[in-house]
Structure formats: structure tokens, C-alpha cells
């Protein structure tokens, strides 16, 4: 294997269109908005390269596009300069110094994307495909869902009809706003999809109270799991919630790593996790995430933050090596325009191709990424 020691490490903004309407992209009208993500490439002194996605979102995080750039090229940079690249726990611990964490790790997304990066640099350099890097077998697609965010029932049949010309069959709803309006919206989604696999989520937008009744007349509409129903850090609230048993309770926002993920499962807090590699720091600790799911039979579900390109290649990499068995809300595909790949991942219907081939097995245009910024 060649040297693996970072060389270099340059940040690039890269600006998605918007091709349909979501709550945490509108900041815009439609036709000129955008998904903003940072891209990272990492290169060592032999000219090998490795690429990741930084996916900030103002509306679901703290973390900026400015931010996450800054954080980069201001510190995590000059601290990474000189490392082998292969030493992830080294890095870990570089990049939890110069970015301390907080309550748990410190810009998480930022550090994802710098994850990714390294993990295609080592990929590439050792000739090693993820599934066999991780000793997993090799899974050809992961099935998607279609993410429901509409603020009415008038909207939903427009809503599903397009679902279904696409090729989808699952669904994913958005709630949290107003209980009744989303109870009726499931409703109506039900009497319209009575064969398709249903969860929803929150996004932490209730409150106990409401999240309980809601959560046996979801369960009663054969709703099979309720996402981060209550504020993340309601952690008793959690507790009883899952003890009335309606509905298995899965966290999203307040499971970024292992540590949390542990510690809420001894607490009695959850039933499961729908993990976001772009929230969690990346393939590394995501990986860690999902082997304690496995040991303790956890409900692992799958999500992301309209994840494009390399952020979306990394996820499918990690699902498809884990057998993920239910459909993940990885709603890139849906809601984003263009690529800046050379090959654009396939989505075809509701199945994403899991790319095969070394590192993140994708490969980034250069005309493509000049012409995105």
C-alpha cells in the first residue's frame, strides 16, 4: 500500500437545485433554491485523493454552510496535515481536540464529511470495496421510501399519485405540527396505500401528552415505528412514553454516537434508531452504531438529511452492507436535481444501486463540481 499520510485538504461549495417543496429547504422560492453542502478532498503526497460531503442544515442543526467550511479549513485542516490517513481512531481523536464535543460529539456534521473523505482515501489506496473492508457481503440495492411533508389533506393524493409513477411503495410522513391535521393526513394515507409500510416522524414536535394519544391511533392505522416524537433531551418523557407500548419509540436527533446510543437503550428510552451517516460523524462511528444495534436487536431504520452524491453513496454503502430490511428515508433522490458525479448513482423505482467499487465507489467530475458552486 502506498503512504496514506494527508498532504493536503481543500473544501468546496457545492449547490444542489431544489426540484420539490421541503420543510427544512425553505428558505427560497423554489425555483431558486438550492441544497447547500460542503464537499472535502483529501490528498496525500503521492497524488491519491478521497472525497466526502458535509450536508448542513440550519433548520434541523446548528450547523452552517459557513461553519462547517470555516471549521475546516481553520482547524480541522491544520491539525489532520501530516496523519496517516489510516489511523481513524488517531483522527478521532485530533478532530474531537481541535472541536470539542459537547453534550456529545462536537459538529458532527462537519466531521462527516472529513470522515468520508478519509474513508475513500483508504479505500482507494488499499483496493478495498466497503462491504469487504468491513467483512460484510455485498447487498445490490437498498429500498427507498417517499418522504410525505405536505400541510394538508388535499395535497396527499397529488402527493402519493407521484410517489407511485416514480416506482415507490413506502412511506415516511412528516408530523409534529398539528396533531389533528396529522392524524387525519395518516388517515387518508392509509385508505390510500393499504399495502405500503408507513412510520412517521416528529422531529421531536410533540409533547408528551400528545404523542401518547397519537401514538395508539398511529399504531390502530397500522403505523409500524414513531420517530423522534418528543424534543431529544425529554429523556423522562421517553420513558414513559415507552412503556405505554403503542408504538415502538425510535430516536433520530438524540442519538449522534454510540455513547448516547448505549446509554439511552440501558435507560429504557428507545426501541430503536433511525441513523443519518451524515449526522452521526460519519461512516466510522455510524459503523459502531449499527454493531450494537445488531448485538442488542435493536429497530434500525434509515435516514438522512436529503443526503446527494457522496453523502448518499456513503449511506447506501453502510445499509447495504448491514441488511438494512426496512425501506430508508434517504430522500436525496426525491426532493434534489443534478450531480456531480461522472456516473450519477441509479435510482430506479424505489431501489438505489449501492455503488461497488473501492472507497465510496464514485467518482466526482471536475467539470461537474466547477459548474456547482
Known amino acids: 500500500m502506498r503512504s496514506t499520510q494527508i498532504e493536503s485538504m481543500d473544501t468546496f461549495i457545492v449547490r444542489y437545485p431544489i426540484s420539490r417543496t421541503f420543510r427544512f429547504l425553505k428558505s427560497q422560492p423554489l425555483s431558486k433554491a438550492t441544497r447547500d453542502t460542503v464537499l472535502v478532498r483529501v490528498t496525500t503526497a503521492n497524488g491519491e485523493t478521497g472525497w466526502g460531503q458535509c450536508v448542513p442544515s440550519r433548520k434541523w442543526s446548528y450547523e452552517t454552510l459557513e461553519t462547517v467550511r470555516s471549521t475546516i479549513d481553520l482547524y480541522l485542516r491544520p491539525a489532520l496535515l501530516g496523519v496517516d490517513a489510516v489511523d481513524r481512531e ?4 485530533i478532530m474531537e481536540r481541535e472541536i470539542a464535543p459537547g453534550f456529545t460529539i462536537g459538529q458532527p456534521i462537519c466531521k462527516a464529511g472529513v470522515d468520508l473523505a478519509l474513508f475513500d482515501l483508504v479505500g482507494k489506496a488499499t483496493k478495498q470495496p466497503a462491504h469487504e ?13 417517499w418522504t410525505i411533508d405536505v400541510s394538508s389533506e388535499g395535497e396527499l393524493e397529488a402527493e402519493v399519485a407521484e410517489a407511485t409513477r416514480r416506482g415507490y411503495r413506502h412511506f ?34 410533540y409533547d408528551l401528552a400528545t404523542a401518547a394519544a397519537l401514538s395508539k391511533r398511529f399504531a390502530a392505522l397500522g403505523i409500524f415505528a414513531f420517530e423522534q416524537p418528543l424534543p431529544a ?51 466510522h462511528e455510524s459503523r459502531a452504531m449499527l454493531e450494537y444495534i445488531e448485538q442488542e436487536g435493536l429497530l434500525l431504520m434509515a435516514s438522512g438529511l436529503t443526503d446527494p452524491d457522496l453523502a ?62
Open 233 to 283: 433531551n425529554r429523556l423522562s418523557d421517553y420513558q414513559q412514553l415507552r412503556r405505554l407500548g403503542a408504538l415502538p419509540i425510535v430516536m433520530d436527533e438524540g442519538v449522534i454516537s454510540r455513547v448516547e446510543l448505549q446509554e439511552f437503550h440501558r435507560l429504557g428510552l428507545l426501541d430503536g434508531v433511525a441513523m443519518k451517516v451524515s449526522r452521526c460523524g460519519g461512516l
Open 133 to 145: 473492508r468491513w467483512g460484510r457481503s455485498f447487498q445490490s440495492s437498498v429500498t427507498l421510501s
Open 172 to 205: 415516511n410522513v412528516k408530523v409534529g405540527q398539528d396533531a389533528k391535521r396529522d392524524e387525519a393526513i395518516c388517515v387518508t394515507l392509509r385508505k390510500l396505500t393499504s399495502e405500503a409500510q408507513i412510520w412517521v416522524d416528529a422531529n421531536g414536535g
Open 312 to 373: 448518499f453513496a456513503a449511506s447506501l454503502l453502510l445499509f447495504g452492507a448491514y441488511g438494512l430490511k426496512l425501506p430508508a428515508a434517504l430522500n436525496g433522490p426525491q426532493f434534489l436535481d443534478e450531480s456531480i458525479l461522472h456516473t450519477p448513482i441509479e435510482v430506479m423505482g424505489d431501489q438505489a444501486r449501492v455503488p461497488l467499487g473501492n472507497g465510496l465507489a464514485v467518482e466526482v467530475c471536475g467539470e461537474r463540481l466547477a459548474s456547482a458552486g
Open 90 to 93: 488517531a483522527i478521532g481523536r
